[in-house]
Antibody, heavy 121, light 104 residues
Framework: EVQLLESGGGLEQPGGSLRLSCTASGFTFSSYVMNWVRQAPGKGLEWVSAISGSGDTSYYAASVRGRFTVSRDNSKNSLYLQMNSLKPEDTAVYYC??????????????WGQGTLVTVSA | EIVLTQSPGTLSLSPGERATLSCRASQSVGSTYLAWYQQKPGQAPRLLIYGASTRATGIPDRFSGSGSGTDFILTISRLEPEDFAVYYCQQQATFGPGTKVDFK
């Protein structure tokens, strides 16, 4: 059974940093592209970032490029999102999600339960 | 940048009825990466359809997808009580704003 478990969310001040983690199980983690998708309270879904299975290629939405960094440790079946220079508009539930293919489609067939990030003074 | 528009914003129906949800792209897109998701309150999204018309693993056959170019449709042939939710379409990095299917 595929499982994705996020952690690391919380309350941070504008300009601060947070690091989200996602631990995966139930599939060959290193084979798949992994994505981060966020959802602001009461709003729709926004794709944030993706990383190739090997970790050597990453992709970002324009809204986070230059501030967020995605990485992975395949030896630990773990995905990370380093979020710097946080803004109030980054407030959202952040989901870790498995791409349905081993190449980038951004179509995600398994999702974690999400972790809430709140950026506020 | 592609913009996805979903209509209607809210669809009020009864169990057993047919639901037809629309997703329109601002420019012609390939169907390979066109997906539909279902999301219930407090839950993560669930992949229903990818490649515009392929059902994801475990998705009942009352859900079907169709379309090409700029116009895509998600059809729920007969609504079950558990189908009342918000539905999003997605094309690569862009999600539509969602259609809420609620009880009439």
């Amino acid at each position: 059974e595929v499982q994705l478990l996020e952690s690391g969310g919380g309350l941070e001040q504008p300009g601060g940093s947070l690091r989200l983690s996602c631990t995966a199980s139930g599939f060959t983690f290193s084979s798949y592209v992994m994505n981060w998708v966020r959802q602001a309270p009461g709003k729709g879904l926004e794709w944030v970032s993706a990383i190739s299975g090997s970790g050597d290629t990453s992709y970002y939405a324009a809204s986070v490029r230059g501030r967020f960094t995605v990485s992975r440790d395949n030896s630990k079946n773990s995905l990370y999102l380093q979020m710097n220079s946080l803004k109030p508009e980054d407030t959202a539930v952040y989901y870790c999600a498995k791409d349905r293919e081993t190449w980038l489609t951004r179509n995600n067939d398994y999702w974690g339960q999400g972790t809430l990030v709140t950026v506020s003074a | 940048e592609i913009v996805l528009t979903q209509s209607p914003g809210t669809l009020s129906l009864s169990p057993g009825e047919r639901a037809t949800l629309s997703c329109r792209a601002s420019q012609s897109v390939g169907s390979t990466y066109l997906a539909w998701y279902q999301q219930k309150p407090g839950q993560a999204p669930r992949l229903l359809i990818y490649g515009a018309s392929t059902r994801a693993t475990g998705i009942p056959d009352r859900f079907s997808g169709s379309g090409s170019g700029t116009d895509f449709i998600l059809t729920i042939s007969r609504l079950e009580p558990e189908d009342f939710a918000v539905y999003y379409c997605q094309q690569q990095a862009t999600f539509g704003p969602g259609t809420k299917v609620d009880f009439k």
